[in-house]
């Protein structure tokens, strides 16, 4: 397929055949992919850590062997295992200590000798790297549940926590979701100290540089610096040497808020938040808490750590948690680019499928910081009451709309009104919204000692923004309309990089927040001549690579924030590129017909593309995603957007996203 020179326009244009063709075969590829009861679920792999942790818990608790489950996590283990020795938190990265000692300690648990070649090259390289010592705190806890490190290797975190009020500067209702769900269990482990039961005896002293009984000093996160990191220094020691001293009762009292917060927020066979590291947490704290194993709040959370097991002939790995939502959510935008009849019903059954699970009756944790709202978001995962997120209900939003008006009726109509409600109460004071919960930016947090990942917080960020504003806009709002929309505007254009592009959140990077942004604004009717759409028009054809497409490294997130760093070009990243030209009014630009050339020449013959990248993000520097999905959807949804466009020469994007 090749592209044809238009001799009146001098604008590259595609065959409208082979575009059709591209699209036929992408579209038919994705309805085979559809479940029976109308949604889609790819797969959502993080790196080794979680695979590793999952073992470990076994171990932990001692349970039964399953030894043809632990021979195909330690297959996978040793597959993503990096050149360098270590496991990286991306395909190709760094080395990750963490990430490493978890994957060496379950190698070895599992049976892998210390002799054997990768055992060997992984000690080294961890070694070289400062040894376990250099672990983070979350590794250091489970090291502790093992009784490899004291317990004073990790920052002291009272259950007392539970206790101080909403006024006081740590509150739990000042940390993010995945933060509060993962530490309230953690609390309960640190206030009982269990230990693992290890039948098999399995230590890792030799990762250590010297015994780890003397280490004294424990690394701090490269983002915490003075005089915050001094001050919360200074109050860990105090803690370390008062809290065994606190009130007996007010202990007890603790840890019995602390196990009614899980379990008010247990979430079924979903689990508690609905994410590996609190499921995982919230099985060690109900054994710490001597529930039987009969127990069924123990049965149902330890169950619910399986269901995100993927397990394959040879290999198996844990997922960190599921996205129907955001799959489905997306791919019938994409059926509904891609036009058709059947791509339309198709999309009206995941549509109805999601209706059902939009969250109307439960006031989450978020209601913390906005009593007077409203429920009406749906989560991330299957089912997660507690944890509507803002992005999921934008995009669910924005695909009801857009298929009612095709189809002419109202059958999302409620729904839709009920979304768009919610979402403007989670606005925060600067202009943008967070994932989760308004006015989640208490900065200092991320200085003590216990948040060395610096990802406690859930502050607004542009990305998220941005798919709020194409919200708004697509269901016709502008700035002159609703202030919602104008604070939106105006938080987004002075959060635009110098260069002109956007910092891009949950998705790796820049590219992914111009994308977001570029579609929001252009939502809300700012023109494509406009100066922050220029600039961002600029930057993204200055960064494309010499084959067509785009490309971008997670060590975009270094700590310096020295911008985006190129890599070979990948699908979704292409994707967003176009996308984000297109609502720029670009659609005309060679730049995008280069794009476009580029997913077109790397599409399979099965009608789909693929991608090793990790184009996702969990924790920028912490904890990257390679969204299985990403490569399939979003590469159809560009092509058929800009075969539409040129069909209707060139005419303006006039969808939300």
């Known amino acids: 397929m090749s592209l044809i020179p238009n001799e009146n326009t ?15 075969i992408g579209r038919a590829a994705l309805l085979t992919r559809q479940r029976s009861d109308g949604h889609w679920l790819f797969e959502l792999e993080a790196d080794a850590t979680i695979p590793a942790e999952y073992i470990l818990l076994r171990h932990y608790r001692g349970e039964a062997d399953d ?40 190698l070895k648990m599992v049976g892998d000798s210390p002799d054997l070649p990768h055992m060997r090259r992984a000690r080294d390289a961890i070694q070289a790297n400062g040894g376990a010592a250099k672990s983070n705190v979350f590794t250091r806890i489970l090291l502790a549940l093992y009784g490899i490190v004291p317990w004073r290797a990790v920052p002291v975190m009272p259950v007392e926590i539970m206790l101080l009020p909403k006024w006081f500067p740590f509150h739990l209702s000042k940390i993010s979701y995945w933060a509060r769900t993962v530490i309230v269990p953690l609390l309960i482990l640190q206030a009982l100290k269990p230990l693992a039961r290890n039948p098999r005896r399995i230590g890792i002293d030799e990762l250590f540089l010297i015994p780890p009984e003397k280490v ?121 680019e891609s036009d058709g009849e059947l791509a339309r019903q198709k999309a009206h059954e995941g549509l109805a499928w999601l209706k059902q699970r939009q969250i109307l009756d439960v006031q989450g944790d978020w209601a913390d910081g906005r009593p007077r709202v409203r429920p009406g978001g749906w989560a991330f995962q299957y089912a997660n009451q507690h944890y509507p997120d803002l992005d999921d209900t934008a995009v669910v939003v924005m695909a009801m709309d857009r298929e009612q008006s095709v189809a002419g009726h109202h059958d999302f109509a409620a729904a839709i009104e009920r979304g768009r409600e919610w979402v403007e109460g989670l606005q925060s004071r600067n202009g943008g919204w967070g994932a989760f919960d308004a006015d989640n930016d208490y900065e200092y947090l991320n200085h003590i000692p216990f948040s060395d990942h610096g990802a406690l917080l859930d502050p607004p960020t542009a990305d998220v923004t941005g798919r709020c504003l194409s919200m708004f806009g697509q269901l016709g709002e502008t700035q002159k309309t609703s202030s919602a929309v104008a604070r939106a505007v105006d938080y987004l254009l002075r959060t635009q990089e110098k260069d002109g592009s956007w910092y891009g959140r949950w998705g790796v990077n820049y590219v992914y927040g111009t994308w977001s942004v570029l579609c929001g604004l252009n939502a809300v009717g700012v023109k494509p001549e406009a100066q922050p759409m220029r600039d961002a028009v600029a930057w993204l054809i200055s960064i494309q690579n010499e084959d067509g497409g785009w490309g971008e490294d997670c060590v975009s997130y270094r700590l310096d924030h020295s911008g985006y760093k190129r890599i070979a070009s990948a699908a979704s990243q292409t994707a967003w590129a176009v996308l984000g030209l297109m ?75």
Request: with cysteine; hydrophobic share 45%.
């Open 10 to 24: 001098a604008t590259p244009r595609f065959a409208a055949p082979d575009l059709d063709e591209a699209v036929r």
């Open 67 to 106: 030894l043809a489950l632990e021979s195909k996590i330690a297959a996978y283990l040793r597959r993503i295992q990096g050149d360098h020795g270590g496991w990286p938190l991306f395909q190709g990265g760094a080395i990750d200590v963490s990430a490493s000692v978890k994957a060496y300690f379950a």
């Open 216 to 336: 004294r000093q424990w690394p701090k996160g490269p983002h915490q610096r003075a005089p915050y990191s001094q001050f919360f220094g200074g109050i860990d020691r105090i803690l370390r040497i008062i809290s065994p001293f606190f009130p007996r009762r007010s202990h007890q009292k603790a840890l019995a808020q602390a196990e009614k917060f899980v379990t008010e927020r247990l979430n079924g066979e979903d689990g508690l938040g609905a994410i590996y590291p609190a499921m995982a947490n919230v099985v060690m704290a109900f054994d710490a808490l001597g529930y039987p194993a009969t127990h069924p709040a123990l049965l149902v959370a330890r169950e619910a750590i399986d269901k995100l097991l993927v397990i394959r002939e040879t290999e198996a790995y844990c997922q960190p948690c599921v996205s129907p939502i955001w799959d489905t959510a997306l791919v019938c935008h994409t059926l509904l």
């Open 583 to 657: 609502a720029a009014g670009e659609s005309h630009n060679p730049a995008v017909a280069r794009g476009v050339q580029w997913l077109v020449d790397h599409q399979a013959a099965d009608g789909l593309w693929t991608e090793d990248n990790y184009t996702g993000t969990g924790f920028p520097r912490v904890f990257y995603l390679r969204y299985h999905g990403y490569s399939k959807f979003f590469p159809l949804w560009a092509v058929s957007r800009y075969r539409n466009l040129m069909q209707s020469n060139g005419g303006a994007v006039i969808h939300g996203m």
